[in-house]
C-alpha cells in the first residue's frame, strides 16, 4: 500500500494533482492509501505523460514481480512490534527518576511558615489581651405557614349521671414495725504511707525572688516581662525564657534544653536546593489523571540532607509516597545561623502534572 504523498514524491508531482487525477479516475483510495498496482500505474502515466488522455485503467499493465518484498516488509514489521514488545515486558522502556544537578543555585518555590513549633524554650513574655471573638449568631428559620382552620361539628354532651357512691371498707389497724438491732461497723484499718518518691531535677542557679526574666540580662529598676506575648519573658511567643518558642529553656525544640531544628526567620539563612530529583507518576494516578502538589514539612540537615518528612497535603494513588522518595534524594545548600550550619525545618511542595 503506497500514499497519496509516495506517489507524488515518485513522480514529482504536487500532491493536490495525484488527488485531482484520483478522484477523476476512480481510483479505490483506503485510508489515504492505494494499492501498488496503481501506484506504479500513477507514476509511469505522469512520467510518460499520458494521465488525463486515457483512463488509468486503460493503460498497458505491467508485469507484476513476485511477492517475495511484499513478504519481507511484513516480516520485518513483525519483528519490529514483537521488538517493542519484549522491550516493554522487560521493562525496558519505563521511566526512571531523572536527576537534574543545578550549577548556579537559585532558590526553590519554599513557603517558610513563621509558626510556633517544635523549636526552641524562650518566649513569651509581657500580658497582652487579645480581643474577645464576637457571640456566635445563628438565623432563625422562616416561620412555617399557619394551618388551614377545619371546621368539625361538636358533638352534643351526654347527660349527666351522678357517680355511684364509693362502698367504705373498715381500715386494717397497722402492723407493728419490726426493730432491727444496730450493727457497729468494724474500725478499718488505717493503710500504711506510700514513700515519697522523688524524680531527679538537674540543679539550676537560683536567686532569693522568683521573677520571669531573660536569661543572662542586666537587672532592671522595673518589673517588666518583656515585649512578647504568652505571659512568659522575653521577646519570643510561648511561656518559656529566651529565643525561640516553646515552653522550654534555651534555643532548641520542643519543651527541653538543647538544640533541635530552627525554622527559617530572623537571623536564619534559609539552605539553598543543589540537587533535585522530580517524582514519576504511578499507573493509578496516570490513570485516574490526578494532578496537584504534595506540600511536606521537612527538615534540612546541616549536613544538606534530608532528614524527617511530614505530609501536609496529600493527593493519593501512591503519589504521596513517589513524592517523599524523591525529596529524600534532594540535597542542599545548609542553613546557616551566625555562620554556623544548622538543622531548619522548611516546606516544600512537589508538583505533578500530566503532559
Known amino acids: 500500500m503506497f500514499s497519496l504523498r509516495d506517489v507524488a514524491m515518485a513522480a514529482a508531482v504536487p500532491v493536490d494533482q495525484v488527488l485531482a487525477v484520483v478522484e477523476s479516475e476512480q481510483i479505490l483510495v483506503v ?22 488522455r486515457a483512463p488509468i485503467t486503460l493503460l498497458r499493465p505491467t508485469r507484476r514481480k513476485g511477492s517475495l518484498p511484499l513478504a519481507a516488509s511484513g516480516m520485518m514489521h513483525a519483528a519490529f512490534v514483537a521488538l517493542l514488545l519484549v522491550a516493554s515486558s522487560l521493562g525496558l522502556l519505563k521511566a526512571n527518576d531523572t536527576e537534574t544537578h543545578i550549577e548556579d543555585p537559585t532558590p526553590v518555590r519554599m513557603v517558610f511558615l513563621m509558626l510556633p513549633g517544635p523549636g526552641g524554650g524562650g518566649g513569651g513574655g509581657g500580658t497582652a489581651i487579645p480581643i474577645p471573638p464576637p457571640p456566635a449568631k ?12 377545619v371546621s368539625v361539628p361538636v358533638p352534643k354532651p351526654p347527660p349527666y349521671r351522678p357517680p355511684p357512691r364509693p362502698v367504705t371498707r373498715p381500715t386494717p389497724p397497722p402492723r407493728p414495725t419490726p426493730v432491727q438491732p444496730i450493727r457497729v461497723p468494724p474500725t478499718p484499718e488505717q493503710p500504711k504511707p506510700m514513700p515519697v518518691v522523688q524524680a531527679p531535677v538537674a540543679p539550676m542557679a537560683v536567686d532569693t525572688d522568683d521573677q520571669a526574666g531573660l536569661l543572662n540580662s542586666q537587672a532592671l529598676p522595673s518589673t517588666s516581662q518583656g515585649k512578647g506575648t504568652g505571659g512568659g519573658a522575653g521577646s519570643g511567643q510561648g511561656t518559656g525564657l529566651g529565643e525561640g518558642n516553646g515552653a522550654g529553656i534555651g534555643e532548641g525544640s520542643d519543651g527541653g534544653t538543647g538544640g533541635g531544628p530552627f525554622r527559617p526567620g530572623s537571623g536564619i539563612e534559609p539552605p539553598l536546593l543543589r540537587r533535585e530529583v522530580k517524582p514519576v507518576y504511578t499507573d493509578e494516578g496516570r490513570r485516574r489523571a490526578i494532578e496537584g502538589d504534595v506540600v511536606m514539612e521537612i527538615v534540612v540537615r546541616r549536613d544538606g540532607a534530608v532528614g524527617d518528612v511530614r505530609l501536609m497535603r496529600t493527593l493519593g494513588s501512591g503519589l504521596d509516597q513517589r513524592a517523599i522518595a524523591a525529596v529524600k534524594q534532594w540535597r542542599f545548600a545548609p542553613a546557616r545561623r551566625k555562620g554556623a550550619a544548622v538543622d531548619v525545618l522548611v516546606e516544600v511542595a512537589v508538583g505533578f502534572a500530566l503532559r
Do not use: I, Y
Not at 485510508?31 to 488525463?52: K, P, T, W, Y
Not at 445563628?138 to 382552620?149: F, G, L, R
Open 31 to 52: 485510508n489515504g492509501h492505494m494499492s501498488q498496482a496503481d501506484a506504479v500505474r500513477l507514476v509511469r502515466g505522469f512520467a510518460n505523460g499520458e494521465v488525463g
Open 138 to 149: 445563628a438565623k432563625a428559620p422562616a416561620p412555617a405557614p399557619a394551618p388551614k382552620k
